[in-house]
Protein backbone atom coordinates (compact mmCIF):
# COMPACT_ATOMS: atom_id res chain seq x y z
CA UNK A 1 0.00 0.00 0.00
CA UNK A 2 1.47 3.37 -1.18
CA UNK A 3 1.88 6.72 1.28
CA UNK A 4 -1.46 8.14 -0.62
CA UNK A 5 -3.39 4.89 -0.42
CA UNK A 6 -2.74 4.90 3.85
CA UNK A 7 -3.76 8.52 4.34
CA UNK A 8 -6.53 8.05 2.31
CA UNK A 9 -7.78 5.08 4.49
CA UNK A 10 -6.67 6.93 7.54
CA UNK A 11 -4.18 3.83 8.19
CA UNK A 12 -0.97 5.91 8.15
CA UNK A 13 1.17 6.63 10.99
CA UNK A 14 2.34 9.70 11.89
CA UNK A 15 5.54 10.46 14.02
CA UNK A 16 5.69 14.01 15.81
CA UNK A 17 9.39 14.53 17.38
CA UNK A 18 9.05 17.20 19.64
CA UNK A 19 6.06 17.46 22.25
CA UNK A 20 6.66 21.26 23.08
CA UNK A 21 4.23 24.21 22.17
CA UNK A 22 3.94 23.18 18.45
CA UNK A 23 4.29 19.46 18.48
CA UNK A 24 1.51 18.58 21.10
CA UNK A 25 -1.08 20.63 19.42
CA UNK A 26 -0.21 19.25 16.20
CA UNK A 27 0.40 15.58 17.26
CA UNK A 28 -3.30 16.19 19.69
CA UNK A 29 -5.13 17.51 15.94
CA UNK A 30 -3.98 14.44 13.84
CA UNK A 31 -4.56 11.65 16.56
CA UNK A 32 -8.34 13.48 16.75
CA UNK A 33 -8.60 12.54 13.13
CA UNK A 34 -8.27 8.82 13.95
CA UNK A 35 -4.39 8.39 12.54
CA UNK A 36 -2.42 6.43 15.15
CA UNK A 37 0.04 9.35 16.73
CA UNK A 38 3.40 8.72 17.93
CA UNK A 39 5.19 11.61 19.89
CA UNK A 40 8.87 11.65 20.47
CA UNK A 41 10.79 13.93 22.85
CA UNK A 42 13.67 13.33 25.08
CA UNK A 43 12.28 14.93 28.14
CA UNK A 44 10.83 11.51 30.17
CA UNK A 45 8.52 13.56 32.66
CA UNK A 46 7.06 15.08 29.62
CA UNK A 47 6.05 12.24 27.87
CA UNK A 48 4.84 10.13 31.10
CA UNK A 49 3.06 13.21 31.84
CA UNK A 50 1.32 12.89 28.24
CA UNK A 51 0.84 9.41 28.24
CA UNK A 52 -0.70 9.77 31.80
CA UNK A 53 -3.53 12.34 29.89
CA UNK A 54 -1.83 14.94 31.29
CA UNK A 55 -1.11 18.52 29.21
CA UNK A 56 1.55 20.79 30.62
CA UNK A 57 0.43 23.13 27.29
CA UNK A 58 -2.40 25.83 27.40
CA UNK A 59 -3.61 25.33 24.15
CA UNK A 60 -4.02 21.26 24.84
CA UNK A 61 -6.68 20.57 27.28
CA UNK A 62 -5.81 17.76 28.96
CA UNK A 63 -9.77 16.81 28.76
CA UNK A 64 -9.48 16.45 24.74
CA UNK A 65 -6.32 14.87 24.89
CA UNK A 66 -6.96 12.41 27.63
CA UNK A 67 -9.48 10.17 25.47
CA UNK A 68 -6.76 10.17 22.56
CA UNK A 69 -4.44 8.55 24.94
CA UNK A 70 -6.64 5.98 26.33
CA UNK A 71 -7.65 5.05 22.52
CA UNK A 72 -4.21 4.25 21.65
CA UNK A 73 -4.55 7.12 19.08
CA UNK A 74 -1.90 9.17 20.92
CA UNK A 75 1.55 7.47 22.52
CA UNK A 76 4.72 9.08 23.93
CA UNK A 77 8.19 7.76 23.69
CA UNK A 78 11.43 9.21 25.11
CA UNK A 79 13.52 6.77 22.13
CA UNK A 80 13.11 7.04 18.47
CA UNK A 81 12.68 3.55 17.32
CA UNK A 82 8.95 4.05 16.45
CA UNK A 83 10.38 6.09 13.37
CA UNK A 84 10.16 2.96 11.91
CA UNK A 85 6.86 2.51 12.23
CA UNK A 86 5.65 5.88 10.82
CA UNK A 87 4.33 7.04 7.52
CA UNK A 88 5.53 10.51 7.96
CA UNK A 89 8.09 12.10 10.79
CA UNK A 90 7.11 15.50 11.38
CA UNK A 91 9.73 17.32 13.15
CA UNK A 92 9.25 20.45 15.49
CA UNK A 93 11.67 21.05 17.75
CA UNK A 94 13.15 24.59 19.22
CA UNK A 95 15.06 26.63 16.94
CA UNK A 96 16.81 29.19 19.54
CA UNK A 97 19.69 32.00 18.78
CA UNK A 98 23.28 31.24 20.00
CA UNK A 99 24.79 33.36 22.59
CA UNK A 100 25.89 35.44 19.45
CA UNK A 101 22.32 35.73 18.44
CA UNK A 102 23.61 33.49 15.23
CA UNK A 103 21.00 30.28 14.36
CA UNK A 104 21.13 27.30 16.68
CA UNK A 105 19.91 24.91 14.56
CA UNK A 106 21.34 22.02 16.59
CA UNK A 107 18.13 20.82 17.57
CA UNK A 108 17.22 20.04 14.35
CA UNK A 109 20.13 18.38 13.28
CA UNK A 110 19.93 16.41 16.43
CA UNK A 111 16.20 15.51 15.51
CA UNK A 112 17.25 14.38 11.77
CA UNK A 113 20.69 12.34 13.17
CA UNK A 114 17.91 10.40 15.60
CA UNK A 115 15.57 9.46 13.18
CA UNK A 116 17.61 8.38 10.44
CA UNK A 117 18.66 5.12 11.23
CA UNK A 118 15.01 4.04 11.47
CA UNK A 119 14.42 5.49 7.87
CA UNK A 120 12.16 3.45 5.41
CA UNK A 121 11.39 4.03 1.43
CA UNK A 122 8.42 5.69 1.02
CA UNK A 123 8.40 8.10 4.29
CA UNK A 124 7.59 11.40 4.69
CA UNK A 125 9.69 14.14 6.12
CA UNK A 126 8.22 17.39 7.30
CA UNK A 127 9.89 19.91 8.96
CA UNK A 128 7.97 22.07 10.96
CA UNK A 129 10.85 24.08 13.03
CA UNK A 130 11.73 27.64 11.82
CA UNK A 131 15.09 28.16 10.52
CA UNK A 132 16.47 29.72 7.03
CA UNK A 133 15.79 29.65 3.60
CA UNK A 134 17.85 26.82 2.42
CA UNK A 135 18.13 25.06 5.49
CA UNK A 136 15.94 22.09 4.11
CA UNK A 137 17.77 21.79 1.16
CA UNK A 138 21.01 22.63 2.04
CA UNK A 139 21.24 20.54 5.08
CA UNK A 140 18.63 18.49 5.70
CA UNK A 141 18.16 16.80 2.63
CA UNK A 142 21.46 16.04 2.45
CA UNK A 143 21.71 14.47 6.08
CA UNK A 144 18.65 12.27 4.86
CA UNK A 145 20.25 10.86 1.41
CA UNK A 146 23.45 10.35 3.39
CA UNK A 147 22.16 7.98 6.43
CA UNK A 148 19.84 6.26 3.81
CA UNK A 149 21.64 6.08 1.02
CA UNK A 150 18.20 6.87 -0.61
CA UNK A 151 17.37 10.28 -3.23
CA UNK A 152 15.09 12.50 -1.26
CA UNK A 153 11.97 13.15 -4.02
CA UNK A 154 12.25 10.25 -5.21
CA UNK A 155 12.65 7.10 -2.74
CA UNK A 156 11.32 9.16 0.24
CA UNK A 157 9.58 12.72 0.57
CA UNK A 158 10.57 15.77 1.93
CA UNK A 159 8.45 18.98 2.96
CA UNK A 160 8.87 22.21 4.93
CA UNK A 161 5.99 23.74 6.10
CA UNK A 162 6.31 26.12 8.99
CA UNK A 163 4.49 26.22 12.42
CA UNK A 164 1.65 28.79 13.05
CA UNK A 165 0.53 28.49 16.59
CA UNK A 166 0.02 31.45 18.54
CA UNK A 167 -0.42 30.41 22.24
CA UNK A 168 -3.45 32.09 24.22
CA UNK A 169 -5.21 32.65 20.68
CA UNK A 170 -9.17 31.18 21.10
CA UNK A 171 -9.83 31.88 17.92
CA UNK A 172 -7.53 30.15 15.67
CA UNK A 173 -5.47 26.94 16.07
CA UNK A 174 -4.28 23.97 14.25
CA UNK A 175 -7.61 22.68 12.42
CA UNK A 176 -8.54 26.52 11.21
CA UNK A 177 -5.13 28.43 10.60
CA UNK A 178 -3.81 28.42 7.14
CA UNK A 179 -0.64 26.19 6.45
CA UNK A 180 1.77 26.45 4.08
CA UNK A 181 3.78 23.80 2.49
CA UNK A 182 6.80 23.68 -0.01
CA UNK A 183 8.10 20.12 -1.42
CA UNK A 184 11.22 19.03 -2.63
CA UNK A 185 9.02 17.77 -5.98
CA UNK A 186 5.40 17.99 -6.70
CA UNK A 187 5.33 14.39 -5.44
CA UNK A 188 6.56 15.67 -2.27
CA UNK A 189 4.07 18.20 -2.16
CA UNK A 190 1.19 16.51 -2.89
CA UNK A 191 1.84 14.15 -0.13
CA UNK A 192 1.95 16.26 2.60
CA UNK A 193 -1.59 17.87 0.68
CA UNK A 194 -2.93 14.64 1.30
CA UNK A 195 -1.76 14.12 5.12
CA UNK A 196 -2.19 17.85 6.81
CA UNK A 197 -5.49 17.92 4.45
CA UNK A 198 -7.06 15.29 6.62
CA UNK A 199 -6.98 17.88 9.58
CA UNK A 200 -6.08 20.83 8.59
CA UNK A 201 -8.80 23.26 6.59
CA UNK A 202 -6.52 24.89 4.50
CA UNK A 203 -3.27 23.94 3.33
CA UNK A 204 -1.43 25.94 0.42
CA UNK A 205 1.45 25.35 -1.04
CA UNK A 206 4.07 27.01 -2.41
CA UNK A 207 7.01 26.39 -5.04
CA UNK A 208 9.60 24.80 -2.26
CA UNK A 209 10.72 24.48 0.43
CA UNK A 210 12.83 27.88 0.37
CA UNK A 211 9.49 29.51 -0.30
CA UNK A 212 8.18 27.86 2.43
CA UNK A 213 10.94 28.61 5.09
CA UNK A 214 11.20 32.71 3.69
CA UNK A 215 7.26 33.31 4.16
CA UNK A 216 7.99 31.92 7.86
CA UNK A 217 10.23 34.64 8.35
CA UNK A 218 8.20 37.42 6.76
CA UNK A 219 5.34 36.80 8.48
CA UNK A 220 7.26 37.69 11.91
CA UNK A 221 9.58 40.41 10.68
CA UNK A 222 6.57 42.22 9.25
CA UNK A 223 5.50 41.98 12.80
CA UNK A 224 9.40 42.60 14.62
CA UNK A 225 9.76 45.66 11.99
CA UNK A 226 6.60 47.26 12.56
CA UNK A 227 6.49 46.66 16.49
CA UNK A 228 10.22 48.43 16.31
CA UNK A 229 8.16 51.14 14.58
CA UNK A 230 5.80 51.52 17.10
CA UNK A 231 8.49 51.26 20.11
CA UNK A 232 10.23 53.93 18.59
CA UNK A 233 7.21 56.22 18.48
CA UNK A 234 6.90 55.59 22.33
CA UNK A 235 10.48 56.52 22.53
CA UNK A 236 9.74 60.20 20.32
CA UNK A 237 6.40 60.50 22.52
CA UNK A 238 8.17 60.55 25.50
CA UNK A 239 10.31 63.16 24.61
CA UNK A 240 7.27 65.08 23.66
CA UNK A 241 5.37 64.82 26.33
CA UNK A 242 2.47 62.80 24.33
CA UNK A 243 0.40 59.57 25.10
CA UNK A 244 2.03 57.14 22.59
CA UNK A 245 -1.47 55.10 22.74
CA UNK A 246 -3.59 57.80 22.04
CA UNK A 247 -1.67 58.59 18.79
CA UNK A 248 -1.97 54.63 17.61
CA UNK A 249 -5.72 54.97 18.23
CA UNK A 250 -6.21 58.07 16.19
CA UNK A 251 -3.81 56.57 13.73
CA UNK A 252 -6.09 53.38 13.79
CA UNK A 253 -9.30 55.26 13.20
CA UNK A 254 -8.38 55.96 9.11
CA UNK A 255 -9.95 52.91 7.70
CA UNK A 256 -7.78 52.23 4.96
CA UNK A 257 -3.76 52.38 4.42
CA UNK A 258 -2.78 51.83 8.30
CA UNK A 259 -2.72 48.54 10.73
CA UNK A 260 -1.50 49.18 14.53
CA UNK A 261 1.08 47.56 16.20
CA UNK A 262 1.68 48.83 19.69
CA UNK A 263 4.64 49.04 21.87
CA UNK A 264 5.44 47.29 24.82
CA UNK A 265 8.58 46.61 27.24
CA UNK A 266 10.16 44.37 24.59
CA UNK A 267 9.78 41.06 22.03
CA UNK A 268 8.86 38.02 23.89
CA UNK A 269 7.78 34.21 22.53
CA UNK A 270 9.44 31.33 20.35
CA UNK A 271 9.40 33.46 17.13
CA UNK A 272 9.23 37.52 17.10
CA UNK A 273 12.58 37.86 18.80
CA UNK A 274 14.26 35.16 17.14
CA UNK A 275 12.83 34.35 13.36
CA UNK A 276 13.89 37.97 12.05
CA UNK A 277 17.59 37.08 12.87
CA UNK A 278 17.81 33.82 11.18
CA UNK A 279 17.03 35.98 7.79
CA UNK A 280 19.28 38.69 8.34
CA UNK A 281 21.92 35.77 9.09
CA UNK A 282 21.69 34.45 6.00
CA UNK A 283 21.83 37.73 3.99
CA UNK A 284 25.10 38.24 6.03
CA UNK A 285 26.71 35.46 3.94
CA UNK A 286 25.69 36.78 0.95
CA UNK A 287 26.91 39.71 1.78
CA UNK A 288 24.09 41.96 2.19
CA UNK A 289 22.83 43.69 5.53
CA UNK A 290 19.27 43.34 6.22
CA UNK A 291 18.83 47.22 7.71
CA UNK A 292 15.20 47.35 8.55
CA UNK A 293 15.73 43.87 10.57
CA UNK A 294 18.76 45.04 12.46
CA UNK A 295 17.18 48.21 13.27
CA UNK A 296 14.32 46.86 14.67
CA UNK A 297 16.29 44.24 16.85
CA UNK A 298 18.46 46.92 18.09
CA UNK A 299 15.18 49.30 18.87
CA UNK A 300 13.72 46.14 20.59
CA UNK A 301 16.03 44.76 22.46
CA UNK A 302 16.32 48.33 24.05
CA UNK A 303 13.13 48.49 25.25
CA UNK A 304 13.20 46.77 28.24
CA UNK A 305 16.34 49.15 29.49
CA UNK A 306 14.04 52.13 28.24
CA UNK A 307 11.04 50.90 30.89
CA UNK A 308 13.79 50.64 33.75
CA UNK A 309 14.42 54.41 33.23
CA UNK A 310 11.25 55.20 33.49
CA UNK A 311 10.71 53.11 36.70
CA UNK A 312 13.83 54.78 37.88
CA UNK A 313 12.09 58.77 36.68
CA UNK A 314 8.81 57.65 38.48
CA UNK A 315 10.25 56.89 41.72
CA UNK A 316 12.31 59.76 41.26
CA UNK A 317 9.37 62.42 40.84
CA UNK A 318 7.65 60.43 44.41
CA UNK A 319 11.06 61.90 46.23
CA UNK A 320 12.60 57.98 46.28
CA UNK A 321 15.61 56.11 44.66
CA UNK A 322 15.09 52.89 42.69
CA UNK A 323 18.27 51.57 45.09
CA UNK A 324 16.55 49.88 47.46
CA UNK A 325 13.25 50.51 46.79
CA UNK A 326 10.26 47.25 46.62
CA UNK A 327 9.32 46.73 43.09
CA UNK A 328 6.38 44.82 41.79
CA UNK A 329 6.60 43.24 38.85
CA UNK A 330 3.18 42.15 37.44
CA UNK A 331 3.54 39.26 34.84
CA UNK A 332 6.37 37.39 33.33
CA UNK A 333 4.75 35.61 30.47
CA UNK A 334 5.73 36.85 27.26
CA UNK A 335 1.87 37.75 26.79
CA UNK A 336 -1.55 38.07 27.89
CA UNK A 337 -3.41 35.39 29.68
CA UNK A 338 -0.66 32.26 29.02
CA UNK A 339 2.39 30.62 30.75
CA UNK A 340 4.93 30.69 28.40
CA UNK A 341 7.88 33.07 29.03
CA UNK A 342 10.75 32.34 26.36
CA UNK A 343 12.38 35.27 25.47
CA UNK A 344 10.06 37.69 27.99
CA UNK A 345 11.19 40.93 27.99
CA UNK A 346 9.61 41.17 31.74
CA UNK A 347 12.74 38.67 32.85
CA UNK A 348 15.30 41.53 31.39
CA UNK A 349 13.30 44.35 33.20
CA UNK A 350 13.65 42.38 36.35
CA UNK A 351 17.09 41.65 36.23
CA UNK A 352 17.91 45.57 35.45
CA UNK A 353 15.87 46.24 38.01
CA UNK A 354 17.85 44.28 40.47
CA UNK A 355 21.29 45.55 39.08
CA UNK A 356 20.76 49.14 40.12
CA UNK A 357 19.83 47.59 43.53
CA UNK A 358 15.62 47.52 43.72
CA UNK A 359 14.28 44.48 45.62
CA UNK A 360 12.30 42.49 43.31
CA UNK A 361 9.02 40.26 43.39
CA UNK A 362 6.72 39.28 40.90
CA UNK A 363 3.10 37.80 40.85
CA UNK A 364 2.14 35.96 38.00
CA UNK A 365 -0.89 33.50 38.60
CA UNK A 366 -0.17 31.44 35.00
CA UNK A 367 3.84 31.58 35.79
CA UNK A 368 4.57 30.30 39.58
CA UNK A 369 8.31 30.06 39.25
CA UNK A 370 10.86 30.30 36.36
CA UNK A 371 14.40 29.34 35.23
CA UNK A 372 16.30 31.18 32.59
CA UNK A 373 19.65 30.71 32.01
CA UNK A 374 20.99 31.34 35.34
CA UNK A 375 18.20 32.99 36.66
CA UNK A 376 15.06 31.84 38.91
CA UNK A 377 12.33 33.29 40.31
CA UNK A 378 9.04 33.00 42.29
CA UNK A 379 5.81 34.11 42.26
CA UNK A 380 4.84 35.54 45.16
CA UNK A 381 1.05 34.21 46.29
CA UNK A 382 -1.52 37.12 45.89
CA UNK A 383 -1.62 40.98 45.95
CA UNK A 384 -2.23 40.81 49.85
CA UNK A 385 0.23 43.31 50.49
CA UNK A 386 0.39 45.03 47.40
CA UNK A 387 0.85 48.44 49.86
CA UNK A 388 4.12 47.33 50.79
CA UNK A 389 5.55 48.06 47.43
CA UNK A 390 7.44 51.43 46.30
CA UNK A 391 6.79 50.81 42.59
CA UNK A 392 4.70 48.46 41.12
CA UNK A 393 5.10 47.58 37.22
CA UNK A 394 2.63 46.27 34.76
CA UNK A 395 4.91 43.91 31.92
CA UNK A 396 2.36 41.72 31.21
CA UNK A 397 -1.63 42.74 31.35
CA UNK A 398 -3.02 39.69 32.39
CA UNK A 399 -6.83 39.68 32.71
CA UNK A 400 -6.82 38.28 35.75
CA UNK A 401 -5.37 41.26 37.47
CA UNK A 402 -7.83 44.07 38.60
CA UNK A 403 -6.33 47.11 37.80
CA UNK A 404 -8.96 49.02 39.18
CA UNK A 405 -7.77 47.36 43.17
CA UNK A 406 -4.09 47.69 42.11
CA UNK A 407 -4.21 50.80 41.12
CA UNK A 408 -6.40 52.36 44.01
CA UNK A 409 -3.54 50.68 46.15
CA UNK A 410 -0.67 51.85 44.64
CA UNK A 411 1.32 54.61 44.80
CA UNK A 412 3.78 54.83 42.12
CA UNK A 413 2.77 52.77 38.61
CA UNK A 414 4.50 52.29 35.35
CA UNK A 415 2.23 50.28 32.99
CA UNK A 416 4.01 49.44 29.88
CA UNK A 417 0.98 47.38 28.40
CA UNK A 418 -1.57 50.55 28.49
CA UNK A 419 -3.20 48.05 30.91
CA UNK A 420 -5.05 51.00 32.61
CA UNK A 421 -6.23 52.83 29.96
CA UNK A 422 -9.87 52.63 30.86
CA UNK A 423 -9.76 53.25 34.84
CA UNK A 424 -11.84 56.24 35.23
CA UNK A 425 -10.52 56.50 39.26
CA UNK A 426 -7.52 56.13 40.22
CA UNK A 427 -5.15 56.66 43.39
CA UNK A 428 -1.86 55.55 41.73
CA UNK A 429 0.83 58.07 39.61
CA UNK A 430 0.15 56.10 36.26
CA UNK A 431 3.48 56.27 34.04
CA UNK A 432 2.62 54.97 30.97
CA UNK A 433 5.12 53.57 28.16
Not at 18 to 44: F, N
Amino acid sequence: MTLQDKIRSRTATVAVVGLGYVGLPLATRIASVGLRTLGIDIQKYRVDRINAGISDIGDVPSELMAPLVQKGLLTAYTTFEKVAEADAVVICVPTPLSKTRDPDNSYIIKAVDSVTPFMKKGQLFILESTTYPGFTREVMVPMLEQASGMVAGQDFHVVFSPERVDPGNEKYGVKNTPKTVGGLTPACSAAVQALYGLFIDDVRPVSSPDAAEMSKLLENTFRAVNIGLVNELALMCHKLGLNTFEIIDAAASKPFGFMPFYPGPGLGGHCIPIDPLYLSWKLRTLNYQARFIELADTINTAMPAHVTQLCQDALNEAGKALKNAKVLVLGVAYKRDIDDYRESPSLTVIELLEKKGAHVDYFDPHVPEYRHESATGKSIADLSKLESYDLVVITTDHKVFDYEDICARTDVLVDSRNATRKLTSKRAKVYVL
